[in-house]
Protein backbone atom coordinates (compact mmCIF):
# COMPACT_ATOMS: atom_id res chain seq x y z
CA UNK A 1 0.00 0.00 0.00
CA UNK A 2 1.04 3.45 -0.49
CA UNK A 3 2.04 5.51 3.07
CA UNK A 4 2.02 9.37 4.04
CA UNK A 5 5.22 9.86 5.23
CA UNK A 6 5.97 12.24 7.79
CA UNK A 7 9.32 13.06 10.10
CA UNK A 8 9.77 15.40 13.52
CA UNK A 9 10.73 18.53 14.56
CA UNK A 10 12.60 18.98 17.59
CA UNK A 11 12.23 15.26 18.06
CA UNK A 12 13.78 13.80 21.43
CA UNK A 13 17.81 12.03 21.13
CA UNK A 14 18.93 9.07 22.95
CA UNK A 15 20.40 11.74 25.39
CA UNK A 16 17.65 13.36 26.10
CA UNK A 17 15.79 9.72 27.22
CA UNK A 18 18.70 9.10 28.90
CA UNK A 19 18.32 12.25 31.58
CA UNK A 20 21.48 13.84 30.05
CA UNK A 21 19.06 17.27 29.10
CA UNK A 22 18.33 18.56 25.45
CA UNK A 23 19.48 20.82 22.25
CA UNK A 24 18.56 24.38 22.47
CA UNK A 25 17.20 24.87 18.92
CA UNK A 26 17.06 28.40 17.24
CA UNK A 27 14.49 29.83 14.92
CA UNK A 28 17.11 29.11 12.06
CA UNK A 29 17.82 25.70 12.98
CA UNK A 30 13.95 25.26 12.73
CA UNK A 31 13.60 27.05 9.53
CA UNK A 32 16.32 25.30 7.58
CA UNK A 33 14.73 21.76 8.93
CA UNK A 34 11.11 22.54 7.68
CA UNK A 35 12.37 23.55 4.49
CA UNK A 36 14.61 20.17 3.93
CA UNK A 37 12.23 18.05 5.37
CA UNK A 38 9.15 19.53 2.49
CA UNK A 39 12.54 18.86 0.06
CA UNK A 40 13.02 15.76 0.87
CA UNK A 41 9.70 14.71 0.23
CA UNK A 42 7.27 14.32 2.96
CA UNK A 43 4.06 14.89 3.27
CA UNK A 44 3.87 16.05 6.66
CA UNK A 45 6.36 17.26 9.75
CA UNK A 46 5.38 17.42 13.57
CA UNK A 47 6.60 19.25 16.30
CA UNK A 48 6.40 17.51 20.18
CA UNK A 49 5.72 18.63 23.43
CA UNK A 50 9.17 17.01 25.06
CA UNK A 51 10.33 20.53 26.93
CA UNK A 52 9.17 23.03 24.06
CA UNK A 53 5.93 24.21 22.95
CA UNK A 54 4.74 22.48 19.87
CA UNK A 55 2.85 25.29 18.63
CA UNK A 56 5.51 27.46 18.45
CA UNK A 57 7.72 26.40 15.95
CA UNK A 58 4.94 24.92 13.41
CA UNK A 59 4.22 28.78 12.99
CA UNK A 60 8.09 29.46 12.07
CA UNK A 61 7.83 25.74 9.71
CA UNK A 62 4.63 27.04 8.27
CA UNK A 63 6.47 30.32 7.51
CA UNK A 64 9.06 28.69 5.72
CA UNK A 65 7.16 25.73 3.77
CA UNK A 66 4.32 25.79 0.52
CA UNK A 67 3.11 21.75 0.88
CA UNK A 68 3.79 19.73 3.95
CA UNK A 69 1.26 19.60 6.65
CA UNK A 70 1.88 20.44 9.97
CA UNK A 71 0.81 18.79 13.27
CA UNK A 72 1.60 18.98 16.88
CA UNK A 73 2.63 15.72 18.21
CA UNK A 74 0.82 16.10 20.81
CA UNK A 75 -0.03 19.32 22.58
CA UNK A 76 -0.79 18.47 26.02
CA UNK A 77 -4.73 19.37 26.54
CA UNK A 78 -5.74 19.73 30.14
CA UNK A 79 -2.72 22.35 30.74
CA UNK A 80 -4.88 24.73 28.19
CA UNK A 81 -8.25 25.26 27.77
CA UNK A 82 -10.46 24.78 24.99
CA UNK A 83 -10.43 27.66 23.59
CA UNK A 84 -6.52 28.92 24.20
CA UNK A 85 -6.00 25.66 22.05
CA UNK A 86 -8.65 26.73 19.79
CA UNK A 87 -7.41 30.25 18.45
CA UNK A 88 -4.10 29.09 18.77
CA UNK A 89 -5.29 25.91 16.17
CA UNK A 90 -7.39 28.14 14.45
CA UNK A 91 -4.62 30.95 13.81
CA UNK A 92 -2.33 28.37 12.74
CA UNK A 93 -4.79 27.03 10.37
CA UNK A 94 -5.36 30.42 8.39
CA UNK A 95 -1.41 31.35 8.60
CA UNK A 96 -0.68 27.81 7.30
CA UNK A 97 -2.89 27.93 4.62
CA UNK A 98 -4.78 25.04 5.93
CA UNK A 99 -2.26 22.91 6.12
CA UNK A 100 -2.37 22.60 10.29
CA UNK A 101 -3.84 19.69 12.04
CA UNK A 102 -4.12 19.42 15.80
CA UNK A 103 -2.77 16.45 17.86
CA UNK A 104 -3.87 16.52 20.96
CA UNK A 105 -2.69 13.85 24.17
CA UNK A 106 -3.46 13.97 28.26
CA UNK A 107 -0.44 13.20 29.77
CA UNK A 108 -0.83 11.44 33.25
CA UNK A 109 -2.38 12.41 36.55
CA UNK A 110 1.21 12.95 37.87
CA UNK A 111 2.67 15.08 35.17
CA UNK A 112 -0.56 17.03 34.62
CA UNK A 113 -0.11 18.11 38.51
CA UNK A 114 3.22 18.30 39.12
CA UNK A 115 5.00 19.16 36.20
CA UNK A 116 2.34 21.42 34.30
CA UNK A 117 0.69 22.58 37.89
CA UNK A 118 -2.72 21.36 36.80
CA UNK A 119 -5.30 20.28 38.58
CA UNK A 120 -6.47 16.31 37.62
CA UNK A 121 -10.29 16.69 37.57
CA UNK A 122 -11.50 13.91 36.47
CA UNK A 123 -10.27 10.33 34.75
CA UNK A 124 -8.53 11.79 31.17
CA UNK A 125 -11.00 9.77 28.96
CA UNK A 126 -14.12 11.47 29.47
CA UNK A 127 -12.50 14.46 29.89
CA UNK A 128 -10.92 14.59 26.74
CA UNK A 129 -14.01 13.27 25.05
CA UNK A 130 -15.60 16.84 26.07
CA UNK A 131 -12.43 18.81 25.43
CA UNK A 132 -12.92 17.29 22.01
CA UNK A 133 -16.46 18.30 21.43
CA UNK A 134 -15.72 21.61 23.18
CA UNK A 135 -13.08 22.52 20.42
CA UNK A 136 -15.47 21.41 17.56
CA UNK A 137 -18.48 23.52 19.04
CA UNK A 138 -15.80 26.50 19.28
CA UNK A 139 -14.44 26.04 15.55
CA UNK A 140 -18.43 26.10 14.77
CA UNK A 141 -18.74 29.55 16.42
CA UNK A 142 -15.54 30.66 14.73
CA UNK A 143 -17.01 29.98 11.37
CA UNK A 144 -19.98 31.17 12.15
CA UNK A 145 -19.35 34.31 13.75
CA UNK A 146 -21.98 33.15 17.23
CA UNK A 147 -21.40 30.94 19.76
CA UNK A 148 -22.38 27.39 19.59
CA UNK A 149 -22.38 26.68 23.14
CA UNK A 150 -21.28 23.33 24.61
CA UNK A 151 -22.18 22.31 28.35
CA UNK A 152 -20.83 19.50 29.58
CA UNK A 153 -19.64 17.90 32.83
CA UNK A 154 -15.76 19.60 32.96
CA UNK A 155 -16.10 22.42 30.29
CA UNK A 156 -18.47 24.87 29.37
CA UNK A 157 -18.43 27.26 26.32
CA UNK A 158 -21.54 29.83 26.15
CA UNK A 159 -20.33 33.11 25.75
CA UNK A 160 -18.25 34.66 23.12
CA UNK A 161 -18.78 38.18 21.87
CA UNK A 162 -18.33 39.76 18.59
CA UNK A 163 -15.33 41.16 19.57
CA UNK A 164 -13.95 38.10 20.94
CA UNK A 165 -14.88 35.86 17.85
CA UNK A 166 -11.80 35.39 15.34
CA UNK A 167 -14.61 34.62 12.70
CA UNK A 168 -14.44 32.44 9.69
CA UNK A 169 -11.03 31.62 8.01
CA UNK A 170 -10.41 31.18 4.46
CA UNK A 171 -9.80 27.30 4.98
CA UNK A 172 -11.45 24.52 7.20
CA UNK A 173 -11.23 23.93 10.63
CA UNK A 174 -8.54 22.24 11.39
CA UNK A 175 -8.60 18.51 11.44
CA UNK A 176 -8.45 17.53 15.15
CA UNK A 177 -6.15 14.10 16.19
CA UNK A 178 -5.83 12.16 19.59
CA UNK A 179 -3.09 10.36 20.88
CA UNK A 180 -4.20 6.95 21.81
CA UNK A 181 -2.25 3.91 23.35
CA UNK A 182 -5.58 1.83 25.18
CA UNK A 183 -8.92 1.59 23.92
CA UNK A 184 -10.85 4.50 25.60
CA UNK A 185 -9.03 6.74 23.19
CA UNK A 186 -8.79 4.65 20.28
CA UNK A 187 -12.51 4.08 20.32
CA UNK A 188 -13.01 8.06 20.73
CA UNK A 189 -10.69 8.70 17.86
CA UNK A 190 -12.48 6.56 15.60
CA UNK A 191 -15.97 8.22 17.08
CA UNK A 192 -15.47 12.28 16.76
CA UNK A 193 -11.91 12.79 15.59
CA UNK A 194 -10.11 12.84 12.10
CA UNK A 195 -7.49 10.50 13.06
CA UNK A 196 -5.36 9.49 15.47
CA UNK A 197 -1.40 9.38 16.38
CA UNK A 198 -0.56 6.05 18.10
CA UNK A 199 2.35 6.10 20.79
CA UNK A 200 4.94 3.72 19.57
CA UNK A 201 4.68 2.15 22.85
CA UNK A 202 2.39 0.16 21.57
CA UNK A 203 3.69 -2.32 19.61
CA UNK A 204 2.97 -3.78 16.17
CA UNK A 205 1.38 -6.99 17.25
CA UNK A 206 -0.91 -5.34 20.53
CA UNK A 207 -1.96 -2.32 17.67
CA UNK A 208 -3.62 -5.15 15.37
CA UNK A 209 -5.22 -6.58 17.85
CA UNK A 210 -6.54 -4.47 20.60
CA UNK A 211 -6.20 -1.13 19.04
CA UNK A 212 -7.50 -1.20 15.33
CA UNK A 213 -10.59 -2.84 16.36
CA UNK A 214 -11.37 -0.53 18.94
CA UNK A 215 -10.60 2.28 16.24
CA UNK A 216 -12.89 0.61 14.19
CA UNK A 217 -15.76 -0.04 16.92
CA UNK A 218 -15.70 4.36 17.35
CA UNK A 219 -16.01 4.88 13.97
CA UNK A 220 -18.85 2.52 13.76
CA UNK A 221 -20.45 3.98 16.79
CA UNK A 222 -20.76 7.20 15.03
CA UNK A 223 -21.81 5.90 11.87
CA UNK A 224 -18.92 6.30 10.41
CA UNK A 225 -15.73 4.59 7.96
CA UNK A 226 -12.98 3.22 9.64
CA UNK A 227 -11.33 3.59 6.72
CA UNK A 228 -11.61 7.10 6.98
CA UNK A 229 -10.01 7.79 9.96
CA UNK A 230 -6.50 8.26 9.21
CA UNK A 231 -4.18 6.10 11.89
CA UNK A 232 -0.42 7.75 11.92
CA UNK A 233 2.00 5.32 13.14
CA UNK A 234 5.30 6.36 14.43
CA UNK A 235 7.60 2.76 14.89
CA UNK A 236 10.79 2.95 16.60
CA UNK A 237 13.05 2.13 14.09
CA UNK A 238 16.99 0.94 14.86
CA UNK A 239 18.69 1.49 11.74
CA UNK A 240 21.92 1.88 10.56
CA UNK A 241 24.74 1.86 7.34
CA UNK A 242 26.32 -1.53 8.98
CA UNK A 243 25.08 -4.41 10.74
CA UNK A 244 27.23 -3.44 13.17
CA UNK A 245 25.41 0.00 13.29
CA UNK A 246 22.18 -1.66 13.88
CA UNK A 247 23.33 -3.78 16.31
CA UNK A 248 24.63 -0.05 18.18
CA UNK A 249 21.37 1.44 16.91
CA UNK A 250 19.10 -1.21 19.06
CA UNK A 251 21.16 -0.62 22.19
CA UNK A 252 20.27 2.91 21.99
CA UNK A 253 16.72 2.08 21.20
CA UNK A 254 16.46 0.74 24.35
CA UNK A 255 16.66 3.57 26.02
CA UNK A 256 13.65 5.40 24.51
CA UNK A 257 11.61 2.22 24.62
CA UNK A 258 12.44 1.94 29.00
CA UNK A 259 11.70 5.20 28.81
CA UNK A 260 8.47 4.65 27.89
CA UNK A 261 7.08 1.23 29.37
CA UNK A 262 8.45 2.50 32.78
CA UNK A 263 5.16 4.45 32.38
CA UNK A 264 2.18 2.88 34.24
CA UNK A 265 -0.34 4.10 31.87
CA UNK A 266 1.85 1.91 29.36
CA UNK A 267 1.63 -1.33 30.76
CA UNK A 268 -1.41 -2.61 29.02
CA UNK A 269 0.84 -3.05 26.03
CA UNK A 270 3.21 -5.11 28.43
CA UNK A 271 0.56 -7.25 29.61
CA UNK A 272 -0.53 -7.81 26.47
CA UNK A 273 3.04 -9.54 25.85
CA UNK A 274 3.41 -11.12 29.59
CA UNK A 275 6.13 -8.48 30.36
CA UNK A 276 4.51 -6.42 32.80
CA UNK A 277 7.31 -7.32 35.68
CA UNK A 278 9.33 -6.02 33.82
CA UNK A 279 7.04 -2.68 33.30
CA UNK A 280 6.96 -2.58 37.20
CA UNK A 281 10.98 -2.81 37.66
CA UNK A 282 11.27 0.27 35.08
CA UNK A 283 8.88 2.05 37.04
CA UNK A 284 10.58 1.84 39.87
CA UNK A 285 13.64 2.39 38.92
CA UNK A 286 12.47 5.62 36.91
CA UNK A 287 11.08 6.83 40.29
CA UNK A 288 14.77 6.37 42.00
CA UNK A 289 15.87 8.49 38.81
CA UNK A 290 18.33 5.95 37.32
CA UNK A 291 17.36 6.42 33.77
CA UNK A 292 20.53 4.80 32.87
CA UNK A 293 19.66 1.57 34.26
CA UNK A 294 16.29 1.31 32.80
CA UNK A 295 17.50 0.05 29.05
CA UNK A 296 19.49 -3.29 30.70
CA UNK A 297 15.41 -4.62 31.40
CA UNK A 298 14.59 -4.03 28.02
CA UNK A 299 15.63 -7.59 25.85
CA UNK A 300 16.31 -8.25 22.06
CA UNK A 301 13.39 -10.03 21.33
CA UNK A 302 11.52 -7.40 23.25
CA UNK A 303 12.91 -4.90 21.13
CA UNK A 304 12.11 -6.73 17.83
CA UNK A 305 8.42 -6.73 18.95
CA UNK A 306 8.49 -2.85 19.20
CA UNK A 307 10.69 -1.69 16.55
CA UNK A 308 11.61 -1.94 12.59
CA UNK A 309 15.29 -3.24 12.88
CA UNK A 310 16.90 -2.97 9.65
CA UNK A 311 19.75 -1.15 7.73
CA UNK A 312 19.46 2.02 5.31
CA UNK A 313 18.73 -0.35 2.20
CA UNK A 314 16.53 -2.73 3.62
CA UNK A 315 14.84 0.10 5.85
CA UNK A 316 11.86 0.62 3.19
CA UNK A 317 11.06 -2.44 2.88
CA UNK A 318 11.02 -3.53 6.08
CA UNK A 319 8.74 -0.31 7.09
CA UNK A 320 6.31 -1.32 4.80
CA UNK A 321 6.51 -5.27 5.91
CA UNK A 322 5.87 -4.06 9.30
CA UNK A 323 3.08 -1.45 8.58
CA UNK A 324 0.60 -2.70 5.80
CA UNK A 325 -2.47 -3.24 7.50
CA UNK A 326 -2.01 -0.95 10.53
CA UNK A 327 -0.97 2.51 9.55
CA UNK A 328 -2.03 4.84 6.78
CA UNK A 329 0.36 7.49 7.63
CA UNK A 330 4.10 6.57 8.75
CA UNK A 331 5.56 8.98 11.39
CA UNK A 332 9.71 8.24 10.84
CA UNK A 333 12.01 9.67 13.64
CA UNK A 334 15.51 9.30 11.66
CA UNK A 335 18.74 8.91 12.76
CA UNK A 336 21.20 12.04 12.58
CA UNK A 337 23.66 10.39 9.97
CA UNK A 338 20.57 8.95 7.97
CA UNK A 339 18.59 12.08 7.98
CA UNK A 340 21.65 13.92 6.59
CA UNK A 341 21.89 11.50 3.68
CA UNK A 342 19.58 13.65 1.52
CA UNK A 343 19.39 11.69 -1.57
CA UNK A 344 18.80 8.13 0.90
CA UNK A 345 15.64 9.71 2.85
CA UNK A 346 14.23 11.31 -0.60
CA UNK A 347 14.60 7.67 -1.76
CA UNK A 348 12.97 6.04 1.42
CA UNK A 349 10.41 8.15 0.92
CA UNK A 350 9.51 8.20 -2.46
CA UNK A 351 9.37 4.38 -1.93
CA UNK A 352 6.60 4.53 0.48
CA UNK A 353 4.81 6.52 -1.45
CA UNK A 354 4.42 3.55 -3.87
CA UNK A 355 1.49 1.41 -4.40
Same mark, same amino acid.
Given at each position: ?8 ? =? ?90 ? =? ?28 ? @? ?42 ? *? ?33 ? @???? *? ?36 ? =? ?54 ? *? ?15 ? *? ?17 ? @? ?10
Amino acid at each position: MAFKVETGL =LNPDTAQYAGKGQAKPTLADIAAAARATEALGFDGVCAPEAGHDPFLPLTIAAEHTERIHLGTNVAIAFPRSPMVTAQLAWDLQQLSGGRFN =LGLGTQVKGHNELRYATPWTAGPGPRLREY @VQCLQAMFKSFTEGKPTPFEGKHYRFTLLPPFFNPGPIDYPAPP *IYIAAVNTYMASLGGELCDGLRLHPIGTFAYTKAI @VLPA *IAAGAAKAGRNAADVNVIGAPFLATGATEADVVKAMGA =LKQHIAFYASTRTYHTVLRFHGWEDIGLQLHQLAREGKWQELPKLVTDEMLGEWAV *IATYDRLASEVRARCTG *IFSTVLLDLPGTLAHDEDR @VRSIVQSLHQP
